[in-house]
């Protein structure tokens, strides 16, 4: 039987670093800040599709995706929030699986609960004046998108080029357990949004849909909503 690939995303975080007791250093002591660098690590999966005399769709391979990702900050265990990377930025996924930094930012002494983001749709107007403005065209075309994916599909026995544009905004909430903690005795730590590929354009029944047919984008936006959501 003929073993079909398709990719799939979900995020979760892999906190590369050892869990550490919040630093007890005196009150009357200088307040030192360390450093969080971000990272993004990317890792593929095959599955057996399943099959559909409806969509004769065999297989779906990605050659590309991209997320409009803005809002990027850390949540203190008292709330507080660490504006780790506010402008927005376009994350192109390294498919080879090569660790990709995201970006490096300075952060107080404390405990950090949560990561939080947004995928979202951006306007001309947010983007005016940067030295990047180019590689948001594709995003800011016709209806403006915040997902774009690329890839090759097999429909029939017939390979055929896709791309899929996606509207979706959504916010994503990551709680990080144990809290990630900088002291004096861990001042710069590294955290790695790890991405697996599984699922994307397949519907409930496991079958494999057209991401060029329009009428399966509900299945597909909100397949990527549930894959987003980041799972430890």
């Keep these: 039987m003929k073993k079909n690939i398709i990719l799939h995303l979900s995020i979760g975080v892999l906190l590369l670093f050892n869990a550490c007791k919040k630093d007890d250093s005196s009150p009357l002591e200088t307040p030192i800040k360390g450093t969080i660098s971000l990272n993004s690590s ?50 192109d996924l390294n498919l080879n699986g090569t660790e990709q930094n995201i ?48 890839g090759t599909v097999r429909l029939n026995g017939k390979d055929s080029a896709f791309t899929y544009r996606s509207k979706i905004d959504a916010k994503q909430k990551i709680d990080i357990n144990p809290p990630l903690t900088i002291s004096k005795d861990t001042a710069n730590v590294n955290t790695t949004l790890r991405i697996s590929s599984a699922n994307w354009f397949r519907n409930k029944s496991g079958v494999f849909v057209d991401p060029n047919d329009k009428n399966n984008e509900g299945i597909i936006d909100e397949n990527i909503k549930i894959s987003i959501k980041l799972k430890r």
């Design 103 to 150: 970006a490096i930012a300075e952060a107080p002494y404390g405990s950090y609960k949560r990561i939080e983001f947004d995928v979202h749709r951006i306007e001309a107007k947010t983007i005016t004046g940067r030295t990047d403005t180019a590689q948001f065209a594709d995003f800011l075309k016709d209806e403006k998108y915040s997902v774009i994916i690329s």
């Design 42 to 91: 990317y890792t593929t999966s095959a599955i057996i599709g399943k099959l559909s005399s409806v969509t004769g769709v065999d297989s779906v391979i990605i050659s590309r995706a991209r997320f409009v990702i803005k809002d990027l900050k850390f949540k203190s265990a008292t709330e507080d929030s660490l504006n780790f990377k506010t402008a927005a930025f376009i994350l």
